[in-house]
């Protein structure tokens, strides 16, 4: 990877100089781009082209209709007639008929001496079975069969049926409803958003001390029973967590006064981030677009997953009582090495397609920001696009493959912890804990830092490498305020998911209450409840995103420009901010002197 094994990460300045990007002639992110990690752009189209090649291998030696209708002992799928027939090739006994076409169900029969018996059938009308899709399975408590069939489950799935019908306008004005909310909320954070963030914090503190003298209270009043002899008492308890609370309480008061005006930045953030929505409508359609790819990805992996369990080469099942009667189709090493292909598969394209969004995001944001006059932006959403497309594909797939094997990596270690259910002893279970913490750790950081790279990718158009350089650079100099941005940022965002979808269940319930002829109200509601939250999910990600691109370019602004000789970017809110801070705002919080840029000058008290 290049670049990435540098020691020593290089200065803005540097960064810019080498990518020919003058300072005073600076106008906006770099428009004399060139493919940045080409390499992987090749290899995630030849990752694809074997993962295409692989599912046709199957598709030739595979059949859908072995899934979803059932084959025989013999091989014959039920329901058609077969022009290949394994039974005689194989050397079956009684295999000669292979014309299926009035045996539509396979009959399962799990009591067979060797075995369950797989044969084709005309219909279920026989005793001790039932109908179970295609298939005719035994009337047991023991089957899934059995559970279906009970009046109960029936009855509930068919009232569940019926209330969706019965409500299914209502649940479409309450989607609706939950997508107008999610607009008008990120609406709302332009003008209410310091009004909300400290609200937050001032929640927190009253929470906090709140929390702390309720329990000296408790503890207090324990006490008193300290001298009954025999009865029980939990003041030990009360006053271990009185204590911790309260150093709890202490810290964060020491915290949110220490960080005061950096919070102020917060507010600022979301603010802009309301200015760049407005000024760009249509990016509120990016999650959308997102959904529709990722929809269509579940689609053709679910496609290609039952193509690969469907493919195989028939041969005798063997037993230890010698060769059966019976056709499987096992599968070679080929197919097996497919499966997991498959899986490999899903995680990168899905990370694939989530870091298209934020680049996308981030390139229209950045284009937004680094234009001074707002009202003369054209069609920055589309220049993004033709950035990534054009430029930086490549780029997004290598940071979507380390993610991808981090999560697999996990994935893995789950798996083998499953396999060990008992482990031998307390070190073992330690060390199991420990190693998924540190994976699991590992992942978040490197999706952060993926996600800032991204956004330096978008101002610069260097590699993901060096972008990465950059933004831990500007991360770690800027750590406090990294931590109260997402701290605080997040816990506003949560709350606003939770108001829409409070709103939406609660608007619904009002709607439902008195609807005639509703079985179920929890069926409606827990479908209004999900939609809502998947499209607040959807917009606070995005717009989460665009506050940390509005950050790293106020960064990279402040770096560049000094507000005389060479005038901000930023807009004249931001600017109103970095002269009542009084140098305040710097961004190195860190003890140590990194190389002092012109942001760094800044917040020295």
Known sequence: MGGCLGSEVEDSNELRKRKNVNVDEFDGPVKKRSCTDIQYLVFFVFFLIVWIGLVLYCVKHGDLRRIFVGYDDCGNICGMKNEANYGPTLGLYGCADSDMSQKTFMLINPKNATGAKRECVSDCA???????????????????????????????????????????WEIVYMCLFALVL??????????????????????????????STYLWFLWGKEKEHFAVPGQKNNATTYFTYAIISTVATIIILLLIFGVRKSIHLVA?????????????????????????????????????????????????????????????FKKDEVINFARGYNVVAAFWLLQFIIGCQHMIIAGAVATWFFTRKKTALSSPISKSYGYLFQFHLGTVALGSLLIAIVQIIRVIFKLIESAVKDPKNDFTKALYKGFSCCLYCLEKILVYLTRNAYIEV?????????????????????????????SVGDFVLFLGKALIVAASVGLGCKLLEDKEGLNYLAVPLTIIGAFA???????????????DTIFICFCEDCDMNDGQDRPYFMSKGLMEFVEESQKVLKVGDATSEPPRSQTTRWLED
Not at 533 to 547: C, L, Q
């Open 533 to 547: 939250y998947f499209v607040s999910h959807a917009f606070m990600t995005a717009f989460e995103m665009m506050i």
């Open 268 to 328: 600022h953030l979301f603010i802009e981030s309301g200015k760049a929505v407005q000024a760009m409508p249509l990016i509120v359609v990016q999650p959308f677009v997102t959904f529709l790819a990722v929809v269509l990805l579940l689609f053709v992996w679910v496609y290609f997953f039952l193509w690969i369990e469907s493919s195989g080469f028939g041969e005798r099942k063997q037993t230890e009582y010698g060769p059966v009667n019976r056709i499987t």
């Open 458 to 486: 978008a101002i610069y158009g260097d590699s993901l490498c060096t972008s990465g350089k950059r933004a831990y650079q500007v991360l770690v100099n800027n750590s406090l305020k990294v931590l109260v941005i997402n």
């Open 126 to 168: 026989l005793r001790g079975y039932r109908q179970f899709f295609k298939r005719c399975v035994p009337r047991d408590e023991k089957s899934i069969a059995a559970l279906l069939d009970s009046t109960e489950i029936q009855d509930f799935f068919q009232k569940a049926a019926d209330d969706v019908n019965l409500c299914s």
């Open 182 to 211: 999610s607009v008008f909320l990120i609406g709302l954070f332009r003008y209410f958003a310091g009004f909300l963030v400290w609200f937050v914090l001032i929640c927190v503190i009253v929470v906090s001390i709140g929390l």
